[in-house]
């Protein structure tokens, strides 16, 4: 892991997350899993084996996990989809200062290249979560330009999290270790590796490449997509 240029007040809440698991606690709106209760249930059992943050999405959970867990780092997000945007991973300022009012430290915003409905850009949104908010933003870029523009407007950490999502980038596979490592020789702000992350071994090889954190979801919490996988090896 690189040494990295951080904000003075940023510091101490990253130092807590540098070098370690964050776990990304969500369920499918089908899934009964989708309980707040039991989305801050999985998150306590992961903090309590050693992950150091929460990735989680919606207001709601992220106030259950809150209250269930009033020191842990969390990193939250709003999914939307709105007809004629691609961008849904907390598109819009509302979305953001919602979850800020759930209890989230750091909020994941899309900072892609993409349009994002009512006219507002990522930088005008990083601003308004940095001044408004007190919050910190986390950039879910797909390409290194995506990262280098995010960085530049104050973005102050960027994960890899759209690599493989996007039109630009889905002719590729999860994990983007090539991406990846490009962010760790050529950015100055922190890096988390996150998005295919399917196993000890393959967080591990993230974090020899320079990771400054890994958010690993599906293999952990993932249970319907997890059995969906196994069943479909099975004849009936």
């Not at 990295?4 to 899934?31: E, H």
């Not at 209760?37 to 992961?46: E, L």
Request: net charge negative; proline share 6%; aromatic share 6%.
């Amino acid at each position: 892991m690189s040494d990295r240029s951080i904000s003075t007040d940023f510091f101490p809440l990253w130092q807590r997350l540098q070098g370690g698991l964050i776990v990304s606690c969500q369920a499918p709106a089908d899934s009964p899993l989708r309980d707040p209760q039991i989305v801050a249930a999985m998150a306590k059992a992961a903090v309590l084996r050693g992950a150091v943050g929460i990735r989680v999405d919606t207001p709601e959970h992220v106030a259950a996990v809150r209250q269930c867990l009033p020191d842990t780092p969390i990193i939250g997000l709003w999914k939307q989809t709105i007809p004629g945007c691609d961008v849904y991973i907390t598109p819009q300022y509302h979305h953001a200062a919602a979850i800020a009012a759930a209890g989230a430290d750091i909020i994941a915003i899309d900072a892609t290249d993409r349009s994002r409905p009512g006219g507002e850009t990522f930088a005008e949104i990083v601003d308004r979560v940095h001044r408004d908010l007190k919050a910190w933003v986390m950039a879910d870029i797909d390409t290194f330009e995506a990262a280098e523009a995010a960085a530049a407007v104050g973005a102050d950490v960027v994960g890899t999290t759209l690599y493989g999502y996007t039109a630009a980038t889905q002719h590729l596979s999860p994990p983007g270790f090539n991406l990846l490592s490009q962010l760790v020789a050529r950015l100055s702000v922190p890096t988390i590796c996150e998005g295919g992350i399917a196993s000890p071994e393959m967080a591990k090889q993230g974090l020899d490449l320079g990771a400054d954190a890994i958010v690993v979801g599906t293999a952990i919490t993932g249970i319907d997509a997890q059995v969906r996988a196994y069943r479909s090896v099975f004849s009936r």
